[in-house]
């Protein structure tokens, strides 16, 4: 059974950096697609990125574009999200998600992924 753990949440200014990993077990972490949601209090889950297995290209939400940057290390079966540029609006809590299956753009939708982590929180200060 996949288990996803994320880490590296936490309180920071607006403006300020934070650098969220999601490490992965169970499986063969090289043989899923990964990616990276969001959901602040009372509003829908948001993509915000996801790397296929190579990490050959990746995947951006309009509203995180240019200011965070996903990655993987296949031999440390950890996923990453750099997150720069922080504003008030990306305060939300911060899942990761595992998919052995999927296709062309399917990794930014929620409903591709089988496995999901417990999530950690994201507070950014005005």
């Known amino acids: 059974q996949v288990q996803l753990v994320e880490s590296g949440g936490g309180l920071v200014q607006a403006g300020g950096s934070l650098r969220l990993a999601c490490t992965f077990s169970?499986?063969?972490?090289?043989?899923?697609?990964m990616g990276w949601f969001r959901q602040a209090p009372g509003k829908e889950r948001d993509f915000v990125a996801a790397i296929p297995k190579t990490g050959s290209l990746t995947y951006y939400g309009d509203s995180t574009k240019g200011r965070f940057t996903i990655s993987r290390d296949n031999a440390k079966n950890t996923m990453y999200l750099q997150m720069n540029s922080l504003m008030p609006e990306d305060t939300a809590v911060y899942y990761c998600a595992a998919a052995s299956s999927y296709g062309g753009g399917s990794l930014r939708r929620g409903q591709t992924y089988s496995y999901w982590g417990q999530g950690t929180q994201v507070t950014v200060s005005s």
């Open positions: 169970g499986r063969t972490f090289s043989n899923y697609g």
